[in-house]
């Protein structure tokens, strides 16, 4: 168990593999389904959403009428916790009711005095409802280093590449096995002689001698 530097512990780090990378978060958890259905330990998984981004969605115009009726809802709702709150307190069922009532209706009226004086005081500056969420460009599931084999296997019954496969094979699925330098080849057996300065040797070399010490034991002819 590793401590940090505050004090308190720190898990410590697992050594992951890139096992497949999809470019949306449903892919990569249907990915971690399968690896779990097929009896997988996806304790030893992970997903890692990279290139985070902030996306706002625009749903609509933001008037100072959809601005009260907003708060409106908002403030029925708070009110009708705070009134089944309050209304435990109570001894009959009629009391009960009706201070449940009472608080939907001021929390009503309050939320929406809320939401029409907010929206106004903003000048027209943000005349707009949204919905922003936080995004991935690229989610990738991370694998155990020993186990990635296996789950390599079990992956290739089920999940199949398809459109939102980002990186089709992991480009770190283990070790790089540096490539083995390229040696000049050895060539063995006969090979063809040289030419040499120097004089030949064997029994071809003797007779050349022999036929020389005879032409000089003749002489010239006249």
Same mark, same amino acid.
């Given at each position: 168990?590793?401590?940090?530097?505050?004090?308190?512990?720190?898990?410590?780090?697992?050594?992951?593999?890139?096992?497949?990378s999809?470019? $949306?978060?449903?892919?990569?958890q249907?990915?971690?389904?399968?690896?779990?259905d097929?009896?997988?330990?996806?304790e $030893?998984?992970?997903i890692?959403?990279?290139?985070? /981004?902030?996306?706002?969605?625009?749903t609509? /115009?933001?008037? $100072?009428?959809r601005?009260?009726?907003?708060?409106l809802?908002t403030?029925?709702?708070?009110?009708?916790?705070?009134?089944?709150?309050?209304?435990?307190?109570?001894?009959t069922?009629?009391?009960?009711?009706?201070?449940?009532?009472w608080s939907i209706?001021?929390?009503?009226i309050?939320?929406?005095?809320?939401?029409?004086?907010?929206?106004?005081?903003t000048?027209?500056?943000?005349?707009?409802?949204?919905?922003?969420?936080?995004?991935?460009?690229?989610?990738?599931?991370l694998?155990?280093s020993?186990?990635l084999?296996?789950?390599?296997?079990?992956?290739q019954?089920?999940?199949?590449?398809?459109?939102?496969?980002?990186?089709?094979?992991?480009?770190?699925a283990?070790?790089v096995?540096?490539?083995?330098?390229?040696?000049?080849?050895?060539?063995?057996?006969d090979?063809?002689?040289q030419?040499?300065g120097?004089p030949e040797?064997?029994?071809r070399?003797?007779?050349?001698?022999?036929?020389d010490?005879?032409?000089?034991? /003749?002489?010239?002819?006249?």
């Amino acid at each position: 168990m590793q401590y940090s530097p505050a004090g308190g512990p720190v898990s410590p780090a697992v050594d992951r593999r890139l096992l497949v990378s999809y470019d $949306n978060y449903t892919a990569a958890q249907r990915a971690v389904d399968t690896l779990s259905d097929a009896g997988f330990p996806v304790e $030893n998984t992970a997903i890692v959403g990279s290139d985070l /981004r902030l996306e706002e969605t625009v749903t609509g /115009r933001l008037t $100072n009428g959809r601005a009260a009726l907003s708060g409106l809802i908002t403030g029925a709702v708070f009110g009708l916790v705070v009134g089944l709150f309050l209304g435990l307190f109570t001894s009959t069922t009629t009391s009960f009711i009706g201070l449940v009532l009472w608080s939907i209706l001021w929390g009503a009226i309050a939320g929406a005095a809320f939401g029409f004086t907010s929206h106004a005081f903003t000048g027209g500056t943000r005349d707009f409802s949204s919905r922003s969420s936080i995004v991935a460009g690229r989610y990738d599931v991370l694998v155990a280093s020993p186990m990635l084999d296996q789950a390599q296997a079990l992956l290739q019954g089920g999940v199949q590449p398809a459109d939102t496969v980002v990186v089709e094979r992991p480009p770190s699925a283990g070790p790089v096995t540096a490539s083995p330098a390229t040696t000049s080849p050895v060539t063995t057996g006969d090979t063809a002689p040289q030419a040499t300065g120097l004089p030949e040797s064997g029994p071809r070399a003797e007779e050349v001698r022999d036929d020389d010490r005879a032409g000089a034991s /003749r002489g010239p002819r006249p």
